[in-house]
Every structure is written in C-alpha cells, then in structure tokens.
C-alpha cells in the first residue's frame, strides 16, 4: 500500500487577517489603526494597551471643535492589531480559557470601571481557538460586565485564575 501525500497551503496569515480587517473597517467608513501585526506580551497587559487607546479616542471625540493637530484617527474609528500574546499560569491553576479570552474580560473591566459604554472589542484567534476551549476567542463590549454580573460570580476571581471560560 502507498502512503498519501500530504499538501499544505497557507491561504492566510496574521498581516493578511489584520490589512484585510483594516480594509474592512474603511469600507465601513472607520478611520483605522493598525497597531502592528507582531503585538506580544501578557494579554491582560495588553488589554490595558487596547483600553488606553480606547481612551484617548474618546478624549479625541469630546475635543473634536478644537484642534485636531494631535488626532490618532478619523472617528469612529477601529483599532486593529495582530500578535501572539500570553497568559502565563500558576503551577496551581486549574483555570481554562485563552489569551483571547483573557484580553475580552480584561477589557471588559476596564470598559466598565472607566464608564466606557460604546466600544466593542474583538479578539480572535485566526486559527479558530483559543486556549484548550472550543471558542475562538471573545467579542465585548462595555456593558458586558453589567448583563453578566447576575450570571456569573468573581468576575476578578475568575481572571486572577485564569478561568476567562466561565
């Protein structure tokens, strides 16, 4: 018997994914930015990047009689990176989830502690996982924490052991 021969094609990859959002996002009339294609840290660290921009989009949108000299986009606008982050775990952790998972509870957080309501983050793995879950990743928004909190208990509890999947 003969062994098959097996052909790989790669049909994308992460600078695809992210020129072909950004693409996306213009066609829908967003001014965006694209942060890079090679972001790597701790997720939550990086969920921190995310909302800080987020910040100064807004400070931006409540400054828009005054200058524009120091804008970072057209509004609206959509932010868009690629890159492999982490999560690093405790030998202790039994915490499942992954580190797209772990970036849409950080920020998810962070919307609500700082009262921001019209922001939606997306953060997806292109290769349709996330961590050793059956989800892609996570889509949020900045009530989210408000609808879930009857739901779920913890949510700090639940980040700080790296249990995003809840």
Do not use: F, M
Not at 1 to 23: C, F, H, P, Q
Not at 72 to 86: K, M, N, S
Request: with cysteine; proline share 2%; hydrophobic share 35%.
């Amino acid at each position: 018997a003969t062994k098959g021969i097996t052909t790989n094609v790669l049909v994308g990859n992460n600078e695809r994914a992210v020129l072909s959002a950004a693409r996306e996002a213009e066609s829908l009339g967003y001014g965006t930015i694209v942060i890079g294609c090679t972001v790597e840290g701790e997720a939550g660290d990086v969920a921190g990047v995310y909302t800080s921009i987020v910040e100064q989009l807004i400070k931006q949108r409540q400054s828009l009689g005054s200058s524009q000299r120091h804008s970072i986009a057209r509004l609206p606008a959509a932010v868009i990176a690629g890159g492999e982050t982490t999560v690093t775990l405790d030998p202790s952790s039994s915490g499942k989830g992954g580190r797209n998972q772990e970036i849409g509870l950080v920020a998810a957080l962070n919307l609500q502690a700082k009262g921001i309501r019209d922001v939606v983050v997306a953060s997806v793995g292109t290769d349709g996982t996330d961590g050793p879950t059956d989800a892609a990743g996570a889509v949020v928004d900045g009530g989210t924490i408000d609808r879930i909190e009857g739901e779920i208990d913890g949510e700090e509890e639940h980040l700080s052991g790296k249990e995003a999947l809840a």
